[in-house]
């Protein structure tokens, strides 16, 4: 099961929304990289929360076809 750039850009997208960027991010350096952090581990198990159920609704229709 591969992502499309389209699935991952959508999961930055939501991470944005998620973790914004403040006052407090563009004048410390160190919270910053905090927040870009924290998007980064958010897009991750979102990618996986998808990959996890996407691969199982195919398995599912493939099994469901035998029948």
């Known amino acids: 099961m591969s992502i499309t750039t389209e699935i991952k850009s959508?999961?930055?997208?939501?991470?944005?929304?998620v973790y914004p960027e403040t006052e407090k991010e563009k004048n410390c350096i160190n919270e910053y990289g905090k927040m870009i952090v924290r998007r980064g581990h958010f897009t991750k198990?979102?990618?996986?929360?998808?990959?996890k159920y996407d691969g199982k609704t195919a398995e599912?229709?493939?099994e469901?076809?035998?029948e």
């Open 45 to 51: 198990e979102l990618i996986n929360f998808i990959s």
């Open 60 to 62: 599912n229709i493939l």
């Open 10 to 17: 959508y999961c930055q997208s939501i991470a944005k929304r």
């Open 64 to 66: 469901s076809g035998k």
